[in-house]
């Protein structure tokens, strides 16, 4: 089992950056594909982008692609999420996962592990 904690968030004016980091522990995260997802108030959950486990494919939702970009450092256990040229409506918290698939997909069923979780607010 892995506990996931994330950090990096607050508030920042749009057109600014943020950098997020989950930092796993009880596994390394070299076991798992990982993910971010996000909830906004009164909406659904949604995903952001997610990193395979080998090769360290990439993939993101349209809305965030050329804005965002996810890494990971298997030697500190830890994912990022580099947030560029941010919207107010990127205002949600961000959730960090886990999924035991080497190439994890966009629905949330397919990640075994979550974070708690970090507020990033984005004002106009």
């Known amino acids: 089992q892995v506990e996931l904690v994330e950090s990096g968030g607050g508030l920042v004016q749009a057109g600014g950056s943020l950098r997020l980091s989950c930092a796993a522990s009880g596994r390394t995260i070299s076991s798992y594909g990982m993910g971010w997802f996000r909830q906004a108030p009164g909406k659904e959950r949604e995903f952001v982008a997610r990193?395979?486990?080998?090769?360290?494919?990439?993939y993101y939702r349209d809305s965030v692609k050329g804005r965002f970009t996810i890494s990971r450092d298997n030697a500190k256990d830890t994912v990022y999420l580099q947030m560029n040229s941010l919207k107010p409506e990127d205002t949600a918290v961000y959730y960090c996962a886990a999924s035991q698939r080497v190439v994890p997909g966009t629905r949330g069923e397919e990640y075994d592990y979550w974070g708690q979780g970090t507020q990033v607010t984005v004002s106009s």
């Open positions: 990193i395979s486990r080998t090769v360290s494919s990439t």
